[in-house]
Structure formats: structure tokens, C-alpha cells
Nanobody, 124 residues
């Protein structure tokens, strides 16, 4: 079992920045891929970015490439999502997910462990 706790969401203006954090605990040594997904009202949960725990290989959705950066701190068992140049369409609940398999990038059905989510609202 893995427990995930997200933090760092909030309200920001268009063009602003936020950094999300995902603190992992439990059997983190069994996880291979850590991901961020987001879910806007009335929409499906969608892939944002992934990173492999050991190699640090990164994957991004086209909609966030060049604006978002995923990173990890293995010593702290924490994954980050730096979000720059935010747009109103980035407004969503952001979820951290952990996958013991090697789905790169994963779909939401590939991810067995989720955090509770953190709200990001971008105002225009």
C-alpha cells in the first residue's frame, strides 16, 4: 500500500505559477511511475505528467509541455509539479498517482493509488 498526500493548490491569476507537492509514504519502493492527473468539472480525469522514480524519465501531456515541469526528490519521497504560465483551462482538481507497473504514460485506469486531490483555480 502507498499513501499519497497532495498540497500546494490554490487560486492564481492567468500567467501565474504554482508548485504542487505529493508526499508518498508506505511501500514507495515498489512504485515505478509517479504521475499527476487533473479533473475539471464534468470531465474525465486526464493525464498531465509522469516521472519514473529511479531514472527520472519524464512524460507530459501536449497541453502542458513547455509550461509544467515534473520532478522528484527520492530522499523526501516527494514528487512536484511546477506549473508556470497558467491558463483558465488549467483549472481542475489535481491528483497524484502511483503505479507499480511501467505504464508510460499511464491512463487513469493504470494507476491503483491516488491522493485526495488539490484544487487549482486560475482566474482571468
Amino acid at each position: 500500500q502507498v499513501q499519497l498526500v497532495e498540497s500546494g493548490g490554490g487560486l492564481v491569476q492567468v500567467g501565474g505559477s504554482l508548485r504542487l507537492s505529493c508526499a508518498a509514504s508506505g511501500r514507495t519502493d515498489s512504485m515505478n511511475v509517479m504521475s499527476w492527473f487533473r479533473q475539471a468539472p464534468g470531465k474525465e480525469r486526464a493525464f498531465v505528467a509522469s516521472i519514473t522514480w529511479r531514472g527520472g524519465n519524464k512524460y507530459y501531456a501536449d497541453s502542458v509541455k513547455g509550461r509544467f515541469t515534473i520532478s522528484r526528490d527520492n530522499a523526501k519521497n516527494t514528487v512536484y509539479l511546477q506549473m508556470n504560465s497558467l491558463k483558465p483551462e488549467d483549472t481542475a482538481v489535481y491528483y497524484c498517482g502511483a503505479d507499480p507497473a511501467w505504464h508510460l504514460p499511464p491512463t487513469k485506469n493504470d494507476v491503483p493509488y491516488w491522493g485526495q486531490g488539490t484544487q487549482v483555480t486560475v482566474s482571468s
